[in-house]
């Protein structure tokens, strides 16, 4: 595990020539993030200004620190979730180890009016390099791809899952603001484009806010 020094600076008075004099403390500790495990459902699928929607009060987590060995109190925040506008709404789970290590987890929440027939999972090609994506259905329109970028594997540390909703037009992809492990925030946009031949299924991702995975198309082809 990495191990970085952690400083604690503390003041002293010296009375004989009235000045305050700092000493400083260091400990080396080691990197351990809280590992935080949600208990209640972590996906959630209804239509516009359906409900009920997950709070504080019913998202349910347990936090962990292997390492430290200790047991904490998770934070729910659930402020950015609403059910009033369309789209893909992600509350925050995380927990502070005694040494101010945060680990995280998350709750997605999709508000769309698509029928919930309508499932646009399986396996897709990325065009420009061959490389094999899985999307996953999770509920009504909520949708993980396991490798949202399509990156080839000879660069792993850029393979990110993500997370979409298809909107009530049944073309429309919404990727809101959402982490990846290392590399920051990222969000998108995107289309699918459904024809009668399954080759020529297209789902089209524009991946924005984040310079780790530029600005062009990544166009998906389905194959199977």
């Known amino acids: 595990m990495r191990k970085i020094l952690m400083l604690s600076v503390f ?3 010296t ?20 590992t935080v495990i949600i208990t209640s459902p972590q996906f959630y699928s209804f239509p516009v200004n359906g409900g009920p929607m997950p709070n504080a009060n019913t998202i349910i987590a347990t936090a962990y620190d292997s390492f430290y060995h200790e047991n904490l109190k998770p934070v729910v925040d659930a402020s950015k979730l609403s059910s009033l506008v369309p789209g893909l709404f992600i509350a925050t789970v995380s927990a502070k180890n005694s040494y101010g290590f945060i680990g995280y987890a998350y709750v997605y929440v999709a508000i769309t009016d698509i029928a919930d027939t309508v499932d646009i999972s399986g396996k897709y090609e990325r065009v420009a390099n061959g490389v094999t994506v899985n999307i996953t259905k999770l509920g009504t329109g909520l949708y993980r791809s396991d490798n949202i970028a399509g990156v080839a594997a000879a660069t792993p540390q850029y393979i990110t899952p993500g997370y979409f909703v298809m909107e009530a037009d049944g073309t429309t992809l919404d990727i809101p ?17 459904e024809v009668t031949s399954l080759t020529d299924t297209t789902i089209t991702l524009s991946i924005a806010d984040n310079p780790n995975f530029g600005t062009q198309q990544r166009v998906f082809t389905k194959t199977h």
């Not at 009375?15 to 809280?34: I, M, N």
């Not at 603001?177 to 484009?193: A, E, N, V, W």
């Open 11 to 13: 003041a002293a008075v």
């Open 15 to 34: 009375f004989t020539a009235c000045k305050k004099q700092e000493d400083t403390v260091s400990k080396l500790v080691t990197v351990s993030y809280p």
């Open 177 to 193: 603001t959402q982490p990846t492990k290392s590399l920051g925030m990222f969000s998108g946009q995107g289309t699918y484009d």
